[in-house]
């Protein structure tokens, strides 16, 4: 991250007391604050439509940093200085006048406003335009919360509601998982390597690999995720975000429109996936009862306030190309699902074989190379190679050995930041290559629509799945009728 000097500004936080603002927010600015990048004259306002009479917000907020910060990286003074820049406001956020009245009076003077909706985006349209009537707009950098919308049409809605009051280099679409250290890594490991780069095809790469296991369920969100599901949830943004850093080809230059542009591509060339193709290339799963992390669960039609009928997925996995010539013919797995047998983000790009086998034929099995990219746990970008078994009596057998990058044993005395410090950090610096693009959100649900279409023309339901397990025995087909497997399933 390219630091600027430090300039002050406001930093509005709608949905102040919601559980992203407490439990990842909070926490991301005082870590701020405790690196020193916040400049002294930045104020935080805490902004809620919520009346709390049995804990005072402030205190409420310096719980839940106390909770979330690590011990050693407890510093009271910081905290204190901290919680000193905030003031916490009650906004009705469908009322304009409480704009007029009660935010603009508290950044009278400021040169820039950023204004954060950890709220839903029902909300958007109206806290722009309380915005723009109190005269702030000219001055605020937005900041959106995914979903956007629960399918093209409605994200729509959302962008262009927005858009009335803001022009796009004044928007910042929060996508958490570009914030990670690992997946920035992605663009200098790609393009500051031509070990890697010259390689990065289809002459050399046999298929891709991305998944993003949860071991929770859904956490008390029944409300939220039942509308959803794990596609709207998960695919449509992170997996297909992931995908596009992958399989983009290099930007002319660092620039955010630049990268965004070259994503968009990818998210263009993505093959169709028809109705008739679903049953092959897609699997839908839902959770059912087990154990996850040493304890028994419910599945998700017993969780609480549970629609006992609901056909929402939990579980997604798919096989996709992409359809230029970089990547032809190249097949990328996806999956994604809750209630998984472990927490785990990863990338693996598998290399294709040697055109000519010289070792013993019983071993060509073990002959891969990989590169493996873990997000969490553990950060760490690994190179499978092959190497000679020692000891004289060995002959020429091969093993697999790791070449590896641990980032947190790398670095150890350096602190890796959360995500959303990057980010936030970002906004205030006002670039926005980690952020996403109006066009990158229609172009992934035009997409993703189009498998949501074809299940409901289908009349397809989700098949079931122990929690504590890798999904629904249909995703392990979905790859091995290919002649393959998925990476490190246990």
């Not at 690196?35 to 809620?48: D, F, K, V």
């Not at 915005?131 to 000219?138: C, E, K, M, R, T």
């Not at 087990?290 to 549970?306: K, M, Q, T």
């Not at 005395?413 to 066009?439: I, S």
Request: net charge negative; aromatic share 8%.
């Amino acid at each position: 991250m390219n630091l600027r000097p430090l300039t002050p500004c406001a930093f509005a936080l709608f949905g102040a007391l919601g559980d992203l603002a407490l439990r990842k927010l909070f926490p991301a600015l005082y870590q701020l604050d405790r690196a020193g990048l916040l400049h002294n004259e930045t104020r935080i306002l805490a902004l809620s439509r919520e009346q709390r009479e049995e804990v005072h917000p402030l205190a409420l907020i310096d719980e839940h940093v106390r909770r979330h910060t690590p011990a050693n990286e407890l510093d009271q003074s910081v905290l204190q200085r901290f919680l000193n820049r905030i003031e916490y406001l009650s906004l009705n956020f469908l009322n304009t006048e409480d704009y007029k009245t009660i935010l603009a009076e508290h950044i009278e003077g400021q040169d820039q406003l950023i204004a954060y909706f950890a709220t839903p985006a029902a909300l958007y349209e109206s806290i722009c335009t309380g915005l723009a009537q109190a005269g702030l707009a000219d001055q605020t950098r937005v900041v959106l919360e995914k979903p956007i919308g629960h399918d093209l049409a409605s994200s729509r809605v959302v962008n262009d509601a927005v858009a009335r009051y803001f022009p796009e280099n004044r928007i910042y679409r929060i996508d958490h998982y570009l914030g990670k250290e690992t997946v920035q890594n992605l663009i200098a490991l790609r393009f500051a390597n031509s070990l890697f780069e010259t390689q990065w095809n289809h002459n050399h790469i046999s298929h891709v690999e991305i998944t993003v296991a949860e071991t929770v369920g859904i956490e008390g969100r029944w409300g939220y995720f039942d509308q959803a599901g794990q596609l709207r949830d998960m695919l449509q943004n992170h997996l297909l975000q992931l995908l596009c850093l992958i399989a983009m080809d290099p930007p002319s230059d660092l620039t955010a429109d630049s990268i965004r542009d070259e994503k968009v591509k990818v998210l263009k060339a993505l093959a169709p996936i028809t109705p008739d193709l679903l049953p092959r290339q897609v699997v839908r799963g839902q959770y059912t009862a087990g154990f996850a992390e040493g304890r028994s669960v419910p599945g998700y039609l017993e969780e609480d306030n549970a629609n006992r009928h609901s056909n929402t997925e939990t579980f997604v996995a798919l096989r996709t190309e992409i359809r230029n010539w970089r990547w032809a013919g190249v097949p990328f797995y996806l999956r994604t699902g809750k209630r998984m047998a472990q927490k785990l983000s990863q990338i693996v790009i598998y290399f294709k074989e040697p055109p000519f086998h010289i070792f013993a034929p019983e071993q060509r099995a073990l002959i891969s190379n990989r590169l493996i990219i873990r997000l969490q746990p553990h950060e760490a970008i690994s190179l499978q190679v092959m190497t000679k078994e020692q000891g004289l009596d060995k002959g020429m057998q091969l093993r697999s050995d790791p070449l590896q990058l641990n980032f947190s044993e790398t670095y150890k005395a350096a602190r890796t930041p959360d995500a959303y410090e990057r980010l936030l950090l970002e906004v205030m610096q006002g670039n926005q290559n980690l952020f996403v693009r109006k066009d990158e959100i229609e172009h992934a649900w035009m997409w993703c629509d189009q498998l949501i279409a074809g299940w409901k023309q289908q009349g397809d339901s989700p098949r079931p799945y122990p929690a504590g397990s890798w999904g629904p025995v249909a995703s392990i087909a979905l790859i091995t009728r290919d002649g393959k497997n998925w990476y490190g399933d246990l």
